[in-house]
């Protein structure tokens, strides 16, 4: 027999097990001991959001810290292996774009500090960003605007 299983979620383990019962008139169910084991993972595709959270931390004159909360559990499609984040100000013409690995020293369940160096002083910067695994990157869920402090 064939089963279809619906409603699996994206990258995720799962465990199945399986047994065969039959009906006796006089004994009532009977279930085989012998029970069938599989684990399967079904295939990662693209993360549905980017983050749950980002915030600015102490911008400087000529950087901005971004603090990431990982996208819920169900939102990430596989493993989160990195973030791309474009940013630009509006006095340039060019997109900046910026990849950030997850190191192995920090979980991908945990907030990810993410430093935008190299900025113009007391400029507003549009922050647009991306959660990926290894089949690709999400679709932005919002654009960030911070600005940078003016040098003392």
Known sequence: ATFTFTGLHPGSDYDLSASACTTAPVVG??????????SFTTNE????????????VSPTPKSIVVTLSPPALLNRSGV???????????????????????TSSVSQDEEQNITLSNLQEFQNYTIVISA???IGCSTSTGTIMRQTLQAA
């Open 29 to 38: 169910q009977l279930c085989a001991t012998n029970v069938s084991m599989a």
């Open 45 to 56: 595709t693209t993360p549905v959001t980017s983050f749950s959270r980002a915030i600015s």
């Open 80 to 102: 989160i292996t990195h973030y791309t984040l474009a940013y630009k100000s509006p006095d340039t013409l060019v997109d900046m774009l910026e990849t950030f690995s997850i």
């Open 132 to 134: 990926c695994t290894v």
